[in-house]
């Protein structure tokens, strides 16, 4: 999953002291890691893409054609998930040109550096979004 290999890829941001909150050095960090990540992403896609395209191969054992459906289709559900994680990072991206990366949507408030290394498409505090997931339960009963 990208969230591993974000751990991975950059090691978390330290402020320096006294360093200000969203400074230019803290955004070029955050971009840099949604870039790399996005990317990355992107390459995935198409490579299966032409993985998809090169093995599209018709099975006469009816267990062999399902097999290949069932991976297709997982496969599928995978591209999918990223495609849309793609589209949360062009919006935090979008949000750092604006200004408003690391704010929360809801509250305004900081949505903190820690939060943002473990997830840097967030864009509630974690006090706003545990609220949001406490009111998503209540409804789902």
Known sequence: MPDDTLQKQFPPYVPEKGEEYMSEKQL???RSMLESVKRELAGDIERTVHTMQDEAT???DPNDRASQES?????LRNRDRERKLIKKIDEAIGRINAGEYGYCDSCGVEIGLKRLEAR???TLCIDCKTLEE???RQVAK
């Not at 991976?71 to 496969?75: C, N, R, S, T």
């Open 28 to 30: 070029a960090h955050f």
């Open 58 to 60: 018709a099975f006469a």
């Open 71 to 75: 991976d297709i289709a997982l496969e």
């Open 120 to 122: 840097p498409t967030a």
């Open 134 to 136: 406490m009111r998503e």
